[in-house]
């Protein structure tokens, strides 16, 4: 497993070399493992794939990890879920949501004993880490896979919160689609929640009936690919292969995998080699990949698998400039990329995007 990784700490060194899998730690007592979920666990979505993550820790691992998981915490209970795992014993605490961020920060401090992972984030502190997929990526391929089977040159996207881990993902939808089609446009309706069926559902109503015949979705359930069957159009799934959920309509699936990394930062815990990193890995990692490409010709399929290899052996890179803004403003000129810094703080819209940024 290669992961983008950047360590802080003289500790660094021992995050370099990834523990081989598959593995069995002794240990005298296990350790004892928190989750913390942001949505339930039977979305068929993140917090689906969280939890098959947990299971495949445990699998590696055996009886040197036990685990405590509490699913659809809300932001308000965070900060009792993660004092009661603490008074369970809980020595390595993963929580699962940019939501999360903030208030992991201040657990983070009260408990400096505990280590925790956030999923995705900003910042670190000496028992903090934070880790993320470049999922960015995917949405890349998206964005072509859109261009070449939208007729109405139009694209919807379900977005969850208007924050940038969402912002650079439509971005990068929007990237991709120009890069077969400067025609493309992509059309944005918020629905304020990571998971809520009837909501996802209504959003991509709204899209659709606005003249979208693709959709994207940053949230967290198939209500809007299944939307997207009934009424004839295409979509994507997320965090999850979705294929089941709309035959007819699916295209392909963000797939996350989460469960060799959870069982190598527990092995660093267990070995006493564990030290905050910021972990970002992209489709050469592991740590996500695509679904088989359905409802397309055998020559979309060709180009999709191609710019999905280009992505992955780093020979294709999103956000090579030139990057322009709504405004019609160059954030970065022919020839530079924006840094990962740059797309983890992205605030702005690129030309082509139909709606003001909230």
């Not at 509490?70 to 004092?83: I, N, S």
């Not at 803004?325 to 020839?335: D, F, S």
Request: with cysteine; net charge negative.
């Amino acid at each position: 497993m290669t992961l983008n990784r950047r360590n802080v700490l003289s500790g660094a060194a021992a995050l370099a070399a990834s523990t081989a899998f598959p593995m069995r730690a002794a240990a005298a007592d296990p350790l004892n493992v928190g989750m913390v979920l942001i949505g339930p666990v039977g979305d068929f979505g993140w917090s689906t794939m969280h939890d098959v993550g947990r299971r495949r820790m445990e699998e590696l691992l055996g009886d040197a990890v036990t685990t405590t998981q509490v699913e659809a915490v809300a932001p308000p209970d965070f900060d009792r879920v993660v004092t009661q795992l603490v008074r369970a014993d809980c020595k390595l605490i993963f929580t699962t949501s940019f939501s999360y961020f903030q208030p992991t920060l201040r657990m983070a401090e009260q408990f400096p004993d505990v280590m925790f992972e956030n999923a995705t984030g900003t910042s670190m502190l000496p028992n903090l880490a934070i880790y993320n997929a470049r999922f960015y990526e995917g949405r890349y391929v998206q964005g072509v896979i859109a261009a070449m089977k939208s007729q109405t040159k139009t694209i919807g996207y379900v977005a969850s919160f208007p924050v940038p881990e969402v912002i650079h993902a439509i971005n990068t939808v929007m990237r991709g689609a120009w890069s077969v089609d400067p025609e493309m446009r992509v059309r944005i309706v918020w629905v304020n929640a990571w998971f809520n069926p009837g909501v996802e559902a209504d959003a991509a109503r709204a899209l659709v009936d606005q003249g979208c015949d693709v959709i994207c979705q940053h949230t967290d359930s198939p209500a809007p690919l299944q939307f997207a069957e009934e009424r004839g159009a295409f979509g994507f799934g997320q965090a999850s292969d979705m294929t089941q959920f709309a035959p007819n309509a699916h295209l392909t699936s963000s797939v996350n995998n989460w469960g060799d990394y959870y069982a190598e930062r527990a092995q660093m815990m267990i070995d006493g080699t564990w030290a905050p990193s910021d972990t970002w890995g992209g489709l050469g990692s592991g740590m996500f990949g695509l679904a088989p490409f359905t409802n397309m010709t055998p020559e979309e399929v060709s180009e999709a698998e191609r710019i999905r290899d280009a992505l992955a052996d780093g020979s294709l890179h999103p956000f090579e400039g030139p990057v322009v803004n709504q405004a019609g403003e160059t954030i970065v000129p022919a020839g530079e990329r924006l840094s990962d810094d740059q797309i983890r703080a992205m605030n702005y819209f690129y030309q082509g995007i139909d709606v003001a940024m909230p």
